[in-house]
Structure formats: structure tokens, C-alpha cells
């Protein structure tokens, strides 16, 4: 399986988005039920730690795992996917230690530098521009100040869809839906689907690094001419 080149594309996009929101805001804020999507999510203010689910408009896409919002108030602000961790987009930000079964290996590392790609593609075909309901549960923000929240599209559970279908890994925190996302990854690595299922012939070495027992033995003579292994 290889994965096409036309969704690095999409990374040249959205990469330049940065990471930071604003200042966290009150972090023991009541979280919302997580387990299904709010009757009437009327949250205007994403600081108010008294709102909880907001409806407001995806304006960008970061990565497969971060998007801006634009809530009601008009504010706009980075939202970190809570429960799911897509792969970086560069080999060198590449973590197969994070990805159980895949090798830390140059190979490895090109696996999940490319579904990266394609998870970033995936959000932003789906999510770009959409009506989405934000939920916050647990910890209300993160390390760079970015809310943590499940995203609803239509009614359906966007992070669950990323990790049913192998594009993100279980972001291992306690939350409500912690279990089910547990499962919903368990599942997508017995099926083999997404960044899980990793071949290594699907990234042959560099072709500067030729394997000398591949290359053709020198002919009897031993001065290599070309036209001495020919016919």
C-alpha cells in the first residue's frame, strides 16, 4: 500500500498555522457529558468556564489533530482534538515509539510522516469550513493553551472517526470516552487500516544505499566493462 503524493500537498496549507491560543482560561470548569452530542449547545464565550459546547465554524485546518474555531463571540481559537493524536508531518518529528508495531526505522519514520499527510488532508476535506460542535471534557485546555475538545460534524463523533479509521492513535488521557476510543483504535489495528497497516517494502532504501550482494558480480577478467555482461 502506498500512499499517493497529492495529500503532502495539503500540508504545505495548513502547516504554517501555529499552535498557540490564548491564556488558559479556569481549568476546573464542569466538563461536559462527553458521551453523546449536547441537546443544545449554547456556549458564546470559550473563556466562560461555565460554557462547555459551543457551535461555531471550523476556519482552519492546522493538522489532522488541530483546528481554529470561530465561536459565537467571534473569537477565534485553537482546538486540539482531545483523546487522539494524529502523526507529525516531518521525518525528523516522526515518533514510531508512540505507534505500537510500527518500527523505529527510517521506513517507519516515512509511514507515519505520510499518513500524517494524509490525516491532515482528511480533516481538512471534512472539516474546513463546517458547522461543528466543540465539547470540552477533563482538562479544559492544554499545554499551549489550546482548548480540548471532541469535535461533532453532523452529529457524529469527528475524533472516534480518526481513530476508527487508522488515522490517529489513542491519545492515552482520562476522559470520559477514554474506553471507547481505546476501542475504537484496538479495532482499526486488528483490521490493519490507516497508518496501521505498515509494510516495509513500501519504502525501498535510498537508491544510494544499494545492498553490494544486489549488485552483479565483475566479470572473470575483473575490470567491470559494461559490455562484458551483456550476451
Given at each position: 500500500?502506498?500512499?499517493?503524493?497529492?495529500?503532502?500537498?495539503?500540508?504545505?496549507?495548513?502547516?504554517?498555522?501555529?499552535?498557540?491560543?490564548?491564556?488558559?482560561?479556569?481549568?476546573?470548569?464542569?466538563?461536559?457529558?462527553?458521551?453523546?452530542?449536547?441537546?443544545?449547545?449554547?456556549?458564546?464565550?470559550?473563556?466562560?468556564?461555565?460554557?462547555?459546547?459551543?457551535?461555531g465554524t471550523v476556519v482552519r485546518v492546522v493538522d489532522g489533530d488541530t483546528v481554529a474555531v470561530e465561536f459565537p463571540n467571534g473569537e477565534v481559537e485553537a482546538v486540539r482534538l482531545l483523546g487522539v493524536d494524529t502523526p507529525e508531518t516531518s521525518v525528523e518529528s516522526a515518533s514510531p515509539g508512540e505507534f505500537e508495531g510500527i518500527p523505529d526505522t527510517d521506513a517507519g519514520r516515512a509511514h507515519l510522516q505520510a499518513w500524517?499527510?494524509?490525516?491532515?488532508?482528511?480533516?481538512?476535506?471534512?472539516?474546513?469550513?463546517?458547522?461543528?460542535?466543540?465539547?470540552?471534557?477533563?482538562?479544559?485546555?492544554?499545554?499551549?493553551?489550546?482548548?480540548?475538545?471532541?469535535?461533532?460534524?453532523?452529529?457524529?463523533?469527528?475524533?472516534?472517526?480518526?481513530?476508527?479509521?487508522?488515522?490517529?492513535?489513542?491519545?492515552?488521557?482520562?476522559?470520559?470516552?477514554?474506553?471507547?476510543?481505546?476501542?475504537?483504535?484496538?479495532?482499526?489495528?486488528?483490521?490493519?487500516?490507516?497508518?496501521?497497516?505498515?509494510?516495509?517494502?513500501?519504502?525501498?532504501?535510498?537508491?544510494?544505499?544499494?545492498?553490494?550482494?544486489?549488485?552483479?558480480?565483475?566479470?572473470?577478467?575483473?575490470?567491470?566493462?559494461?559490455?562484458?555482461?551483456?550476451?
Amino acid at each position: 500500500m502506498r500512499i499517493g503524493l497529492a495529500a503532502f500537498a495539503v500540508v504545505v496549507l495548513v502547516v504554517l498555522a501555529g499552535c498557540a491560543g490564548t491564556s488558559p482560561a479556569d481549568l476546573d470548569s464542569p466538563p461536559a457529558d462527553l458521551d453523546s452530542l449536547p441537546a443544545d449547545p449554547d456556549g458564546t464565550d470559550p473563556n466562560d468556564p461555565d460554557d462547555t459546547a459551543w457551535t461555531g465554524t471550523v476556519v482552519r485546518v492546522v493538522d489532522g489533530d488541530t483546528v481554529a474555531v470561530e465561536f459565537p463571540n467571534g473569537e477565534v481559537e485553537a482546538v486540539r482534538l482531545l483523546g487522539v493524536d494524529t502523526p507529525e508531518t516531518s521525518v525528523e518529528s516522526a515518533s514510531p515509539g508512540e505507534f505500537e508495531g510500527i518500527p523505529d526505522t527510517d521506513a517507519g519514520r516515512a509511514h507515519l510522516q505520510a499518513w500524517g499527510a494524509e490525516a491532515s488532508a482528511f480533516a481538512a476535506s471534512e472539516l474546513a469550513g463546517e458547522e461543528v460542535t466543540v465539547v470540552t471534557g477533563g482538562d479544559r485546555r492544554g499545554g499551549y493553551g489550546r482548548l480540548l475538545a471532541v469535535l461533532y460534524v453532523d452529529g457524529e463523533d469527528f475524533n472516534a472517526r480518526l481513530l476508527a479509521a487508522g488515522y490517529a492513535r489513542l491519545y492515552d488521557t482520562e476522559f470520559a470516552k477514554r474506553d471507547a476510543y481505546a476501542a475504537a483504535e484496538a479495532d482499526a489495528r486488528e483490521r490493519g487500516v490507516g497508518l496501521w497497516d505498515f509494510d516495509e517494502s513500501d519504502y525501498p532504501p535510498d537508491a544510494n544505499e544499494v545492498d553490494d550482494a544486489a549488485l552483479p558480480s565483475r566479470p572473470a577478467d575483473g575490470d567491470g566493462a559494461a559490455c562484458e555482461l551483456l550476451p
